[in-house]
């Protein structure tokens, strides 16, 4: 981040532990300035551990497994030692600075995440990722690698829908109708995904899982297979719609469209 960004600007956060964790709060003008920032590129907001970003409520809550309390308090001082972290201004709340402090701003903002993950990937890229729609049509990208570091960053919405298209598996479109043997292809595909979208609510930095819908992206034998569950039978996947590259960007465009406002 350069001097002119709003990097060092504290964003107030219910504490680690605290029973009832408060919301964030946002110093003025903040989600304006990051916004134009994006607009004019990306906004890269740095990497973390998974205990780093729950020590300060900065990833969705039903997400992750919470670390261990030992775990937790070293990702805690580890932070304090970086001046990320500070003393609030009551005993539950901590002021989180820098661009961790944006990323915990932007990630409470959210009310959908879209959560990929995928088989078949190779060293030194990301086998998760997380993205989450913003009400300025930019998103927060969560890449989640083997050795569990968060790489953070804020995009616009074009842009961060291309990256993860350019992720996900690859192939021309499958032929044939809506019946398929989903076991055999994911057993045998080349590489596969499985993208989950997720509406939900928050109470504070708590969050609250709402209505989730799935699409598995499959390539076998050169082919990309789009699978969602059976609305019939929904233990069962079937294939739908317009298959391929073409089919996976309208499909995934169509279910972040429903992102509601924060």
Known sequence: MTDEQPSNEPASSGGPGSSSPGE????????????????????????YTIAELIAVDAIVDFLEARPSDEVLAEA???????????AG?????????????????F???????LDARATG????????????????RICMIVRIDALGVHQIGLYT??????????WLPKGSAAEGGREVDADALLSGSERSALVTVTQYTAEGSAEIAGESTDLVVVRHDGRLHLLTRDPESPERLVRTGEQGRDGARHRITQLLAKAPAA
């Open 24 to 47: 964030a709060t946002l110093p003025s003008g903040l989600v304006s300035a990051v916004v134009h920032l994006v607009n004019t590129g990306p906004v890269l907001l740095g990497a």
């Open 157 to 166: 919405f074009d842009n961060a829908l291309q990256m993860l298209l350019d």
């Open 76 to 86: 805690v001082r580890s932070l304090a030692a970086r001046e990320l972290l500070l």
């Open 121 to 136: 990937t190779s060293e030194g890229e990301p086998w998760r990722i997380l993205l989450l729609p913003q009400p300025e």
């Open 107 to 113: 990630q409470q903002r959210a009310r959908m995440v």
């Open 89 to 105: 201004s009551t005993s539950d709340q901590v002021q989180v600075r820098g661009d961790l402090g944006i990323a915990v701003a």
